[in-house]
């Protein structure tokens, strides 16, 4: 579940709960959440690319996945 905000708050969370209850016995392997830093959002460009999800951590969690 791909996301802009934070980790730990965000809707990421309600959705994966909601596959963990209604799909479990389904799933071939953990639902990951690629979200924002669990930080105030940064003002400065570089730092905000830096806080939020872009492809590279998509592709990361991505490929992570394929290993189950």
Known sequence: VVHEDTKTGGISGEIAAMLFEKAFHDLDGPV???ASLDTPVPYAPTLEEAFLPNAQKIFTAAKDLAKF
């Open 32 to 34: 990951v959440r690629v």
